[in-house]
């Protein structure tokens, strides 16, 4: 009976340090914005700059990985992949043929991981203490982020309208593929220095 008792024991604490390790990553989050670091934010700032993808390569590049990584560190969800062949014309193609963009999944229906998703669309367009706008996307090399209808080009102010989700007019259309219209994740692209991991962000001690 005392052995039995012991294994119980044992079989509770296992369970309780599994839930704490699980908890641990699912409120993993940014509690302040990497850009502002006392080791980053006087460093030289890269310009807004995009780059076109072309063609479907074999592998995801070094800088999309790393992101993906730091993701995976520092928030919510998990990662729905990098690589995918999609060519528009002969030289046009979506930047998961070029492995520069990946799909994060978090779900703009769910409160919590909605609120996760704006706080680092947020943190990555948002001012440093400096005034330089979206500095840590820039920092990054990230060029585009998309979610739930709504997106964010390199260079631009802001959030604005992700055009597949509405009409002419302006008005919302129905019934969307929520994939398509990145309900249910964060689309985010990389230029080709951050995908090559030559931006300040990732040659410096916090990448």
Same mark, same amino acid.
């Given at each position: 009976m005392?052995?039995?008792?012991?294994?119980?024991?044992?079989?509770?604490?296992?369970?309780?340090?599994?839930?704490?390790?699980?908890?641990?990553?699912?409120?993993?989050?940014? =509690?302040?914005? @990497?850009?502002?670091?006392?080791?980053?934010?006087?460093?030289?700032?890269?310009?807004?700059?995009? /780059?076109? %993808?072309?063609?479907?390569?074999?592998?995801?590049q070094?800088?999309?990985? %790393?992101?993906?990584?730091?993701?995976?560190?520092?928030?919510? *969800?998990?990662?729905?992949?990098?690589?995918?062949?999609?060519?528009? *014309?002969?030289?046009?193609? =979506?930047?998961? $043929?070029?492995?520069?963009?990946?799909?994060?999944?978090?779900? %703009?229906?769910?409160?919590?991981?909605?609120?996760? %998703?704006?706080k +680092?669309i947020?943190?990555?367009?948002?001012? /440093?203490?400096?005034?330089?706008?979206?500095?840590? $996307?820039?920092r990054?090399?990230?060029? *585009? &982020?998309?979610?739930?209808?709504?997106?964010?080009?390199? !260079?631009?102010?802001? +959030?604005?309208?992700? =055009?597949?989700?509405?009409?002419?007019?302006g008005?919302?259309? /129905?019934?969307?593929? @929520?994939?398509?219209?990145?309900? /249910?994740?964060?689309?985010?692209?990389?230029?080709?220095? !951050?995908?090559?991991?030559?931006?300040?962000?990732?040659?410096?001690? &916090? $990448?």
């Open positions: 005392r052995n039995v008792s012991i294994r119980w024991g044992l079989t509770v604490l296992l369970a309780c340090v599994l839930s704490l390790g699980v908890g641990a990553v699912a409120v993993a989050r940014l =509690s302040s914005n @990497p850009a502002n670091d006392s080791r980053l934010l006087d460093k030289p700032i890269e310009d807004p700059r995009y /780059d076109s %993808a072309e063609r479907c390569l074999d592998r995801p070094k800088g999309t990985l %790393a992101l993906q990584s730091w993701l995976g560190k520092n928030i919510r *969800g998990v990662s729905w992949g990098i690589m995918r062949c999609e060519r528009w *014309g002969p030289n046009s193609a =979506s930047l998961h $043929a070029e492995g520069r963009a990946i799909d994060w999944h978090l779900d %703009a229906r769910n409160a919590g991981e909605r609120r996760a %998703a704006m +680092l947020r943190t990555l367009i948002e001012s /440093d203490r400096n005034g330089q706008p979206s500095a840590l $996307a820039r990054m090399g990230v060029q *585009g &982020l998309i979610f739930d209808c709504q997106a964010w080009w390199s !260079g631009q102010q802001g +959030l604005g309208r992700y =055009s597949y989700c509405f009409q002419p007019n008005e919302k259309k /129905d019934n969307l593929d @929520p994939t398509q219209a990145h309900v /249910d994740h964060i689309h985010i692209e990389l230029n080709w220095p !951050g995908a090559r991991k030559r931006t300040s962000f990732w040659r410096s001690p &916090l $990448a």
